[in-house]
């Protein structure tokens, strides 16, 4: 098994170093920040009550460990382009391909569920019917391609934006909902109590607010961005450096703080999946037009994702070319130093998703219940290699620049965790089918690996 740094090509597949440290600030943050904070939160809410801030804490905790791995291995081997590259290096060429195809296909069929979930808000929400939500979705999908053809930049600009919109919209809740909740109300009192009388804390017991950690894990999924962007920067271990000290802050003030105070001006029982908690507790509050403006911040966070998920994909794809992985003609770059075959391959997958949709959603669903569970099984990876690495490092007198706190303890309770998180899936029956379909894909990908040929 060969433990070594891949080596990437260089020349004709040479990507660009254009992205500033305020893009990377924002593409960090925007990572954290997506539609399950503003609308998903609401059914973590229903199963677990107030209490289920204790799971996105639990939840945080969790993804900081990660990301802190990742974080390791990043800056010790600052020449990956791709994260899932790390898989490789540690587990083998097995475990390169594996990842590397499974996050490929994680956020290939993420494409169209954000290009359809904007063109819903558009038409429903915003009122834009001159066109169906299949052309609507249609022209998000064009705008996205276009956008990531032109330049790692032009990404990150828009990232840029998007996310400093996200981070606004929050900032500016908290405040309102602060001001609210500590007696600037009618009442002239503190709302706090809603987190206690209306059946406790935990009115579900805390078992249930554990089995909640499988709900809301994936509201924080695409921490890890930050590592593929890297690549492109002009700082790379610098914003490395910095995504991993500080998720946990970003983490505790944009899903805790917020959540905890949605709770406080909004009895918890009152907040119904799929409705936007936010815009519950802002029309409570009485702020006018809440729900437009919500519909807009949540439009912002969709085409944020949908944003990095071309971005990724075209990213990952040409990184697996270069291992060999995936056809050579993906590698070669445009004059602005973009994989733009590989950005098109990743609009046509997100294209045969989006008319998928249209024409059978049982077949949809049968797509997105098959990458439910994948990007756990893209972290445990990530945690085991991550583990073997430190191990080999140590063997030779190697020591981080980055180090995984307190290791290898936390390192295997990383791993404990994400395997219980699986088998709270594989047990719970609302999510049991979308960890048994990842476990087919899983499959696939390693059949595929084997009828390629072993590489030496």
């Known amino acids: 098994m060969n433990l070594s740094e891949p080596k990437p090509v260089d020349g004709e597949g040479a990507l660009s170093r254009s992205l500033q440290p305020r893009h990377m600030f924002m593409i960090t943050i925007g990572g954290i920040i997506g539609a399950g904070l503003f609308v998903g939160s609401s059914a973590a809410i229903a199963s677990a009550g107030p209490a289920v801030v204790v799971s996105y804490a639990l939840t945080g905790l969790l993804v900081l460990l990660v990301m802190r791995m990742l974080g390791e291995m990043a800056v010790s081997m600052q020449g990956v382009r791709s994260f899932t590259e790390f898989a490789r290096a540690g587990l083998g060429h097995w475990a390169g391909f594996s990842v590397g195809w499974l996050y490929w296909y994680f956020w290939g069929i993420v494409i169209p569920i954000e290009a359809i979930a904007g063109a819903k808000i558009l038409h429903d929400d915003l009122g834009f019917t001159a066109l169906s939500q299949l052309q609507t979705g249609s022209v998000l999908m064009l705008l996205m391609t276009g956008v990531n053809l032109m330049s790692a930049r032009s990404y990150g600009e828009f990232e840029f934006w998007f996310s400093s919109i996200k981070v606004a919209a929050i900032l500016a809740f908290i405040a309102v909902a602060g001001a609210y909740a500590f007696g600037m109300n009618p009442t002239g009192q503190p709302t706090f109590q809603n987190l206690v009388v209306h059946g406790g804390f935990a009115p579900f017991g805390w078992v249930a607010v554990l089995a909640a950690v499988t709900t809301v894990i994936f509201s924080m999924m695409g921490a890890e961005i930050v590592t593929i962007a890297a690549a492109e920067s002009t700082h790379p271990a610098h914003a490395i450096a910095r995504m991993t000290s500080s998720v946990i802050s970003r983490i505790m003030l944009f899903y805790v703080v917020s959540l905890t105070l949605i709770l406080a001006v909004v009895p918890w029982q009152d907040i119904a999946p799929p409705e936007s908690p936010f815009t519950h507790a802002l029309q409570t509050i009485g702020v006018a037009g809440a729900d437009k403006v919500m519909s807009f911040v949540i439009l912002t966070a969709v085409l944020s994702c949908l944003n990095s998920c071309f971005y990724i994909c075209s990213r990952v794809l040409f990184v697996l070319a ?73 063997r030779v007198g190697q020591k981080p620049a980055l180090p995984m706190w307190a290791f290898p303890y936390l390192s295997w309770f990383t791993v404990a965790g994400m395997v219980a998180v699986l088998l709270a899936m594989a047990l719970t029956p609302a999510l049991s089918t979308q960890f048994w379909a990842s476990v087919v894909s899983v499959v696939v990908v390693l059949v595929a690996y084997r009828l390629r040929g072993a590489r030496p």
Do not use: C, H
């Not at 893209?378 to 490092?393: E, H, P, V, W």
């Open 322 to 394: 270069e291992q060999g992985d995936a056809p050579r003609w993906l590698v070669k770059t445009n004059a602005k130093k973009v994989p733009s075959r590989s950005v098109v391959l990743g609009a046509v997958a997100g294209f045969l998703g989006l008319y998928a949709q249209a024409a059978s959603e049982s077949v949809f669903t049968f797509l997105v219940n098959a990458s439910g569970a994948i990007i756990l099984f893209i972290y445990l990876a990530m945690a085991l290699a991550q583990i073997r690495l430190r191990k080999a490092a140590e």
